[in-house]
T-cell receptor, first 118, second 118 residues
Framework: GAVVSQHPSWVICKSGTSVKIECRSL??????MFWYRQFPKQSLMLMAT?????????EQGVEKDKFLINHASLTLSTLTVTSAHPEDSSFYIC??????????????FGPGTRLTVL | QKEVEQNSGPLSVPEGAIASLNCTYS??????FFWYRQYSGKSPELIMS????GDKEDGRFTAQLNKASQYVSLLIRDSQPSDSATYLC??????????????????FGGGTRVLVKP
C-alpha cells in the first residue's frame, strides 16, 4: 500500500508549549489529508480535513486556533498543537487518500504521534 | 446521520478457524467500503477495499459486500494469534453529490475486537 509517515513518533512537552507534528505521503501526492485523535480504548475521532493550498475544515468541537493545520504541499501536512495542556495528551494520527491509480480512494494512515503534555 | 455499525466483541476464535466479522451501514447509496486492522497502541492499517457486490479475496482475507442488504463482512481464514486486533469497517461516499452532502471523509464503525486463541 501507499506509505504515510509521521514525525515525531512520540513527544513529551511542558504545559503551555506548542508542538508541531509532520505528516508526509512518501510515494503519492495527497491533495487531502486527515488528522485524527485517539484516546486510550476509544474510537478514532476525526479532527480536521487538510486541503492542499487552502484552509482546513475542522470537525465540530475542534478548536481551529488551538490545532493549527498547514497543508503547504501535495506531500506534507502539519498539525501544531498550540499552548498544549495535559488534556491534549493523546495519540494523533494523520491519514492521506490516494486519488489516482490502482489504489484510488484508498486511505492510508501514518504510524501516529503519541503526545504527552506534563 | 450516516452510521456504520459493528459488534464490539470480543470475538474469540480458536487458532486455525475462520473469523467472521460483520458490518452494517445505514446510507443506502454508500459506494466504497474498507476494512482496517488496528493493533493496540498502533495506527489503523488498510486490509481490504471493496466497491462492488460480491466477494473479494486477498490472501487469508475475504471481503463480502451486499448493497441490497447494506452489509459488508470480512472473513479471516486460518486465523493466527497475530490476527488478534481490532478490525474497523469504514465507508466512503464516492459520488460527487454524496461527497458534497456528507463531506469527503470516511465514516468508521466502532470496531470489532478479535482474539485468536492458540
Amino acid at each position: 500500500g501507499a506509505v504515510v509517515s509521521q514525525h515525531p513518533s512520540w513527544v513529551i512537552c511542558k504545559s503551555g508549549t506548542s508542538v508541531k507534528i509532520e505528516c508526509r505521503s512518501l510515494d503519492f501526492q495527497a491533495t487531502t489529508m486527515f488528522w485524527y485523535r485517539q484516546f486510550p480504548k476509544q474510537s478514532l475521532m476525526l479532527m480536521a480535513t487538510s486541503n492542499e493550498g487552502s484552509k482546513a475544515t475542522y470537525e465540530q468541537g475542534v478548536e481551529k486556533d488551538k490545532f493549527l493545520i498547514n497543508h503547504a504541499s501535495l506531500t506534507l501536512s502539519t498539525l501544531t498543537v498550540t499552548s498544549a495542556h495535559p488534556e491534549d495528551s493523546s495519540f494523533y494520527i494523520c491519514s492521506a487518500r490516494v486519488t489516482s491509480g490502482r489504489q484510488y480512494n484508498e486511505q492510508f494512515f501514518g504510524p501516529g504521534t503519541r503526545l504527552t503534555v506534563l | 446521520q450516516k452510521e456504520v455499525e459493528q459488534n464490539s466483541g470480543p470475538l474469540s476464535v480458536p487458532e486455525g478457524a475462520i473469523a467472521s466479522l460483520n458490518c452494517t451501514y445505514s446510507d443506502r447509496v454508500s459506494q466504497s467500503f474498507f476494512w482496517y486492522r488496528q493493533y493496540s497502541g498502533k495506527s489503523p492499517e488498510l486490509i481490504m477495499s471493496i466497491y462492488s457486490n460480491g466477494d473479494k479475496e486477498d490472501g487469508r482475507f475475504t471481503a463480502q459486500l451486499n448493497k441490497a442488504s447494506q452489509y459488508v463482512s470480512l472473513l479471516i481464514r486460518d486465523s493466527q494469534p497475530s490476527d488478534s486486533a481490532t478490525y474497523l469497517c469504514a465507508e466512503l461516499p464516492t459520488l460527487n453529490s454524496m461527497i458534497k452532502a456528507a463531506g469527503n471523509k470516511l465514516t468508521f464503525g466502532g470496531g470489532t475486537r478479535v482474539l485468536v486463541k492458540p
